[in-house]
Structure formats: C-alpha cells, structure tokens
C-alpha cells in the first residue's frame, strides 16, 4: 500500500497563493495517477486535479487556470500550486494515489482562505 503525507495547508487571505505536497512512499508499478481531491465542510469529497504518470493533467472546471499540478518523479512528489485563492476553495485537501492494483489516501491537510 503506497503511503501518503500531505503538508503546505494553512490560513491565507483571498487572492493570495499557497502551494501544497504529496510524497508518496514509492511509485504504483504500471500506469497509475496521483491526485487532489478536497472536502468542504457539509460537502462531499470533489476531485480538484490529477496527473498520470504518462503527465497528462486534469483540473475540475472551479479551479482550471488557479491551480497547477505537478510532480517530480525521483521521490516520488506531487504538488498543488494554488493561485487566486477565493473563500470557497477552503477545504481538507487530500491526496490520492490510484494505481492498477492500490488506491490510497493521506491524511490531509487543511486549507482556510479568508480575510
């Protein structure tokens, strides 16, 4: 079971940016994707984006062009750039590793934007 740890959460102002991370304990063997889901406080768990490991991204339509996935294998690392914070984007931010044969969550961390 691939292993997860989240950090980079915190309290920031609308408008302002925050970048999170995912390290993961290896890599899925064959093709597998790494994600970021969140979850609102009396909503459901969305997903916000996600890589392959061919690195094709995909963004859910409330965040394409504010946030940035990306990764860096040799750890294996995953990142969530997040610009342009608005309130709504408050949430635990998870992180999510599907592979043929493993589907694994972190823990998450928590992100609060607000003046």
């Known amino acids: 079971q691939v292993q997860l740890v989240e950090s980079g959460g915190g309290l920031v102002e609308p408008g302002g940016s925050l970048t999170l991370s995912c390290q993961a304990s290896?890599?899925?063997?064959?093709?597998?994707?790494l994600a970021w889901y969140r979850q609102a406080p009396g909503k459901q768990r969305e997903h916000v984006a996600d890589i392959s490991n061919f690195g094709i991204t995909k963004y859910n339509p409330s965040v394409e062009g504010r946030f940035t996935i990306s990764r860096e294998n040799a750890r294996p690392t995953i990142f969530l750039q997040m610009d342009s914070l608005k309130p709504e984007d408050t949430a635990v931010y998870y992180c999510?590793?599907?592979?043929?044969?493993?589907?694994?969550w972190g823990q998450g961390t928590q992100v609060t934007v607000s003046s």
């Open positions: 290896e890599s899925p063997s064959g093709f597998y994707v």
């Open positions: 999510r590793s599907i592979g043929a044969t493993d589907d694994s």
